[in-house]
């Protein structure tokens, strides 16, 4: 397992701790764009950050509120996991929790399908790990000229090639190592952590994601604010959780598709309280 922890430097001109530099750019350009329509981050707010990762989007709430925030941040695959509390020690560790475990629907061990070449495509359904890869081929390939700043050097070969260079790309990106995780539920660590209010639940768990919302308990629903949540439609995964955010009373609900998985199943949903 790639467990070499290295530094890079972000385009705000702040040094991270990171495992893969090619990885960063693209997880730090995602991030921008959670906070938008009507999600809102403010000082003194709480925010759940479930599939941390590195710590990319922690650090950015951090910085955005002027230090003025706390989060709570989770991140199941070890090797990730370390990597995301040394950024929080390095920034600061009381306002930037990091815990070792994802969130579900309930708390069990599972395994994981951990990607070292692409942390952010780990997932905790092995078995559609060819999914996954099929769905980011076919996306880069289909929307290749918003791929440009991130994969840059298919642009110097002729077009008829770059599809070859692509199936090489996720060949090399989807060698997966198979490890056992720890998982809670939402309600759990909101007891555990003495949580009264979420003003932002932000969810991206490669697939995990309706698992993450079956984990909030009914009374534990009205704490929550505003969500922000990558939705992988399957099974009408989509629709399922929009109504699911309705019900809750969070009906101002904004669907987004980023231009690069424009035709694939991958959607952002934002859902904040009238």
Not at 1 to 30: A, D, H, S, W
Not at 121 to 138: F, G, M, R, V, W
Not at 259 to 266: A, D, E, H, V
């Amino acid at each position: 397992m790639g467990n070499i922890i290295k530094e890079t430097k972000l385009p705000n001109g702040n040094k991270i701790f990171c495992l893969r530099e090619t990885e960063v750019p693209i997880l730090y350009e995602q991030i921008q764009g959670y906070i938008k329509y009507g999600i809102e981050l403010h000082e003194g707010d709480i925010v759940f950050d479930v599939g941390a990762n590195i710590g990319l989007f922690a650090l950015w709430a951090y910085q955005n509120c002027h230090k003025n925030v706390n989060i709570y941040a989770f991140e199941p695959i070890p090797a990730v996991f370390n990597v995301l509390q040394a950024n929080a020690q390095r920034f600061d560790s009381d306002k930037i929790k990091a815990f070792s475990c994802g969130l579900s629907q309930e708390s069990k061990s599972i395994t994981f399908a951990y990607n070292p070449n692409a942390s952010m495509l780990s997932s905790a359904y092995p078995e559609d790990s060819n999914e996954i890869k099929n769905q980011l081929n076919q996306s880069i390939f289909r929307n290749l000229k918003y791929a440009q700043k991130n994969f840059h050097w298919l642009f110097l070969f002729p077009k008829f090639m770059r599809p070859f260079f692509i199936e090489k790309l996720m060949e090399r990106t989807f060698k997966i190592e198979r490890i056992t995780c720890q998982l809670k539920t939402l309600s759990e660590m909101i007891r555990e952590q003495n949580i009264e209010k979420i003003d932002l639940l932000k969810i991206d768990v490669e697939k995990s994601e309706l698992d993450v919302l079956l984990g909030i308990e009914a009374q534990d629903w009205q704490k929550i604010k505003q969500i922000v949540v990558e939705v992988h439609d399957l099974e009408d995964r989509l629709q399922t959780i929009t109504n699911l955010l309705k019900e809750q009373g969070l009906s101002e609900i904004q669907v987004e598709q980023e231009p690069l998985f424009q035709g694939s199943n991958i959607f952002n949903v934002y859902a904040w309280r009238g």
